[in-house]
């Protein structure tokens, strides 16, 4: 066996090592690696009250109000859903750009006695899909996606369509 | 090359410099044309992505940043990966070119990593209402950082620079663990950054419109990073070579009823 072969061989011997290792570290902070949790998660193990964690799911459509007080300030509630479980928000302060019903969210705060969270934080999600307002427009109107329903439908059937026009087999007229 | 023959002590350096040598001769009409094609690419990309291309249906003007932001993302992986078989080459075959492109490597990915870092956080705040935050991706992105970093530290840490480019290299590979995970932290864990738009398994989640230009824009910066590395390797290979000539020439006059034959400046 040549030097060249040898190192090659220790090299791989090394990666593999190394690989398997991180892979078990990794699968082992599976759970602890998250970086919100759903309402189905707090419903399932309920963290106690004044222990801080993010809480993480799509904005509930028409549950957003802004009325009342929280801390002495405009309060905006609003509920967290993951489709099978909600849990109400309290939260004042400025909230993202991207915040509306449907969309998603990343709270952070702390769950209150009432079952209520406490928000100090709010962040908004966004998906991975790009397009331009028109085509957004053309998709909704078309009936062929409901932005608070989800995500938009596979890319191939959109990512050419002309802004101009609504999409092919729809009824025509803008 | 024409110093063959010198002796025993500087023929082994000397040496080193075939190869480095073929490089400078075999690349020296690549850099002006690397320059102007990423020079054309990225201006056309600029009025391209600025300009001509729609704003996103609930981002507005902001999506723009995209077209620096992923670009540089992208760059920081694939220039990892780069750096991660010029450390293979240097460790198996011990070729010197390999170090030499590595150690030229790591300050300019460590710009682009951070580019990205920067842009991002830039464009975290309008979206998501944070400049940063703790998740997987974002974490990871940071750790690429300070490994390009680490490697761009640790090859100049030793008096012996072909110590210091093993070590690197070292260092460049066992960092690799870390590429898959930036890719696939967007899947594997919920983070506040969204999932892949482009390199994924079925469609892009993005029009045309916008996933043009931004292929166009990576293309761009792809070829200034190309050029950018490919300029700052001839550099180094040129400056070891001042260097091999003004120690050989130091020695000459130190001992000078040495065997040593001269050597051509």
Do not use: C
């Given at each position: 066996m040549t030097r060249k072969k040898r190192r090659l061989y220790i090299l791989l011997l090394c990666a593999i090592g190394l690989g398997s290792a991180t892979a078990l570290t990794l699968t082992a902070f599976q759970d602890n690696l998250v970086f919100f949790r759903s309402p189905s998660d707090i419903v399932r193990e309920t963290p106690p009250p004044g222990r801080a964690f993010r809480l993480g799911g799509l904005v509930e459509e028409g549950?957003?109000?802004?009325?009342?007080?929280?801390?002495?300030?405009?309060?905006?509630?609003?509920?967290?859903?993951d489709g099978a479980h909600a849990i109400p928000v309290v939260f004042t302060g400025v909230l993202p750009d991207l915040f509306r019903e449907g969309q998603g969210v990343v709270t952070q705060g702390m769950?209150?006695?009432?079952?209520?969270?406490?928000?100090?934080?709010?962040?908004?999600r966004h998906d991975e899909t790009y397009m331009p307002p028109e085509v957004?427009?053309?998709?909704?109107?078309?009936?062929h996606w409901n932005p608070a329903q989800g995500a938009a439908p596979p890319a191939a059937n959109w990512n050419t369509l002309d802004p101009q026009r609504p999409p092919a087999g729809q009824r025509s007229g803008s | 090359m024409e110093n063959a023959g010198?002796?025993?002590?500087?023929?082994?350096?000397?040496?080193?410099?075939?190869?480095?040598?073929?490089f400078l001769r075999l690349t020296d009409n690549w850099l002006p044309w690397l320059s102007w094609a990423a020079l054309i690419v990225l201006g056309t990309?600029?009025?391209?992505?600025?300009?001509?291309?729609?704003?996103?249906?609930?981002?507005?003007e902001t999506v723009r940043i995209m077209f620096v932001h992923v670009p540089m993302a992208w760059l920081a992986m694939?220039?990892?990966?780069?750096?991660?078989?010029?450390?293979?080459m240097s460790l198996i075959w011990r070729h010197p070119l390999a170090d030499l492109t590595a150690r030229e490597l790591s300050p300019i990915g460590a710009a682009v990593t951070a580019l990205c870092l920067l842009t991002g956080s830039l464009w975290g705040k309008p979206m998501w209402g944070t400049w940063w935050v703790w998740d997987a991706r974002l974490t990871s992105v940071l750790v690429l950082f300070f490994l390009w970093l680490g490697h761009a530290a640790l090859v100049r840490a030793f008096d012996d620079p072909e110590r210091g480019a093993r070590m690197g290299a070292i260092l460049a590979l066992v960092?690799?663990?870390?590429?898959?995970?930036?890719?696939?932290?967007?899947?594997?864990?919920?983070?506040?950054?969204?999932?892949?738009?482009?390199?994924r398994l079925d469609a892009p989640g993005m029009h045309v419109d916008i996933l043009y230009p931004l292929l166009w824009c990576t293309l761009g910066f792809t070829l200034a990073f190309m050029a950018?590395?490919?300029?700052?390797?001839?550099?180094a290979v040129m400056e070891r070579r001042v260097r091999a000539l003004q120690m050989a020439a130091a020695r000459r006059a130190d001992a000078p009823g040495g065997a040593m034959r001269s050597v051509e400046a």
């Open positions: 549950s957003v109000q802004r009325q009342g007080e929280y801390q002495g300030r405009p309060a905006i509630r609003f509920r967290v859903t769950m209150g006695e009432d079952g209520t969270f406490r928000a100090r934080e709010v962040l908004a957004a427009d053309a998709l909704k109107r078309s009936g | 010198s002796n025993p002590r500087s023929s082994g350096s000397l040496h080193r410099f075939a190869n480095p040598g073929r990309g600029i009025v391209w992505g600025l300009w001509l291309a729609p704003r996103d249906w609930q981002q507005g694939g220039g990892y990966m780069g750096l991660a078989i010029l450390s293979l960092g690799v663990v870390n590429v898959p995970i930036v890719k696939f932290s967007v899947d594997w864990w919920n983070t506040l950054h969204q999932p892949a738009s482009v390199t950018v590395t490919l300029a700052a390797t001839r550099a």
